[in-house]
Every structure is written in C-alpha cells, then in structure tokens.
DNA sequence: TCTGGGGTCCTAGGACCC
DNA sequence: TCTGGGGTCCTAGGACCC
C-alpha cells in the first residue's frame, strides 16, 4: 500500500482520500536527505512496488503542496522553493486554488478576476464585505498562506451516508422504503463499526426533473440501531414524498455523530436497550463473515422482488 | 461532464430561551 | 403586556472536493 511506503519516511502521514495523502517531512533531513531525494525516492518506489505513477507537490504548507502536485499532475513532481510562493501563484488561474469551483470562479472572473495574482491585489476588507468567510479564506490562500497542520490520526467522521440511484426512476412507495431500508441497514452498519451513535437523519431525494430536496431529523439519544434510525427515515419519506414526480435517488445521512449513545448531560440508563444491542452485534458478526447481504431485513429485500 | 457516491463546510431563517 | 437583543439549536439547501 501507498501509505505504507510514505510511513518510511515519516510517522506524520496525513490520508487525504484513498490516493492521496500528505507528508510532514519536516525535520526527516537527517534521516533520509534533502526533502527533493526523498521525494524522488518515494516516487520511484511507489512506481517499483505498485507500478504506479504518483504526483507530488513540495512546499511549506498543505494548501501550497497540494496546489503543486494538481499543477504536475499526473506523474510530475514540483518543488515551490521558499519565497518563491508568491511568484509561482500570481500567474495561476483563479480555479486551481482549492475551495474555489465552477460557480465561485465564474462569479470571481465576473469581477474580473482572473488570475491569483488578480485575487492577491484585493484588499481583505473588500474580499470580506464581498465574500463572508469564503472572501477571508481567498485573501490567505492567494498569498499561498495556510496554518493547517498534518494530522497524524484519522479523525472520526462527521457524517455517515448512503445513496443511490434507483436503476429506474419509481414513484412505487413500497420500493422506494425497501431501498431505503436496505441504505439505513449499510449506514447504520457503518455507524457500529465505526463505533459512532447518529442524533440527526436526513433523507434526501432526488426527482426524476433533477430537483434535490432533503428532510431532516434530530433525535433526543443517540443511536446506531438499524430499525430506530429506519423509523425516522421512514417518516420523514413519507413526509417528503408528495409531489407525484418519479424519484431517481434515495439517500440517507447520519450526523450530529457521537461516542457515546446518550447526551453528555443525561445519566439515564437505555433501559430495555441490552437486546437491540446484543441483536445488532450478531448481525455485524454474521456480516463481517459471510458478507453484507447475508443477513438483511424483510423490509430491504423487497426490492429485489420490483 | 446531461449529471455517481461519499464526504466537508457554510449560510440563513426560525424556534426557543434568557 | 409589550419590547429588545443575544445565544444556541434545528433545519434546508448549496458549493466544493476526491
């Protein structure tokens, strides 16, 4: 594996997606040479190991490194030498600053700002009064600034979900909670193994005109049980599904994600709450060995039956 | 990108409490 | 009884990223 290899050369790895991660190489000089060789290296014996051509992009921080590997990309390398951050960026259109996208470029080059050097002219409050937070975030980023450490540990996830595009679109109600029910079953699953309690659901669907709407909510405790969060999801599809317009996406997300399964403040035992548990841990037992779609509820194979 | 799936973060309005 | 402002939570939607 790609991280394996990056683990050699620095303990603080950090996984941005299943191909991508950044490397604190600082102070690893002394144990593996400049930071350029050690690059070199890292690409070479990801191409040997893996054959795979890797992109990296070298620099003082996060936001500069990643905007230097997308620039090589693919199978380069580029080195941003310190104090040339300013130069290297001024002549990059506006888009290849990440967090700016179709929508936020068209409206920047709409005021005639094309370039990053264009964006580093504007002074903070103007960006500010225009832009909000986004507006604050485009001053630091044009001048190649950025504080955000590499973090070593994976952080728990802020949300958990599960969707799908339905092979047909359907307004059949009995199908679309089948695969509801069956989309709650893989996230909730998810959830335990993860070993997380959701407090909010959000059902999302999209019609078959491409109109995306979402119903969401919040529980008073925490849960991961499959047939708790299903209830709410459930109820909240049926208060969603009105208009008589085929859907073509189901989905369902957990948020508000915590350890612990009920609030901080309360000391209630869940009571009765043992056997749901005891259930739902043999089920994860019956999956992690005979697969996913060993063990389903009734209410999620239904759909197979349309 | 005539449009898949799993995420993150932000905004804005309303409810509710003090 | 009416008024005011601030803080927090919930909800819905949207931009963006890989």
Known sequence: KVFEILKRYSPLVEPMSLDEAFVDLTGCERLHGPVLKSAEKIRNE??????????????????????????CKPNGMLWIAPGMEQRFLAPL??????????????????????SVGDLARLPLELLEEAYG??????????????DSPVIGEVEDPRSISRETTLEMDSADPLFLESTLSYLTEKAAGQLRENKLFARTVTLKLRYSDFK???????LEMPTAEDHT????????????????????????????????????????????????????????????????????RARSNQRDAN
């Open 46 to 71: 990801i191409l040997e190991a893996l054959g795979l051509n890797a992109s990296i992009g070298i620099a003082s921080n996060k936001l500069l490194a990643k905007i230097a590997s997308a620039y």
């Open 93 to 114: 259109p506006i888009q290849r600053i990440p967090g700016i996208g179709p929508k936020g470029g068209a409206e920047l080059r709409r005021m005639g700002i094309k």
């Open 133 to 146: 937070k986004w507006g604050v975030s485009l001053y630091s980023k044009a001048r190649g600034i950025s």
């Open 212 to 218: 995306t709407v979402t119903r969401s909510k919040t």
């Open 229 to 296: 969060l299903f209830k709410i999801g459930a109820g909240l599809l049926r208060k969603l599904f009105t208009r008589r317009v085929r859907v073509r996406l189901i989905g369902i997300a957990f948020t508000s994600l915590t350890a612990t399964p009920y609030r901080q403040e309360g000391l209630f035992d869940s009571k009765g709450g043992q056997c749901w548990d005891d259930l739902y841990q043999g089920i994860d037992r019956i999956r992690h060995k005979y697969g996913f779609r060993s063990i389903l």
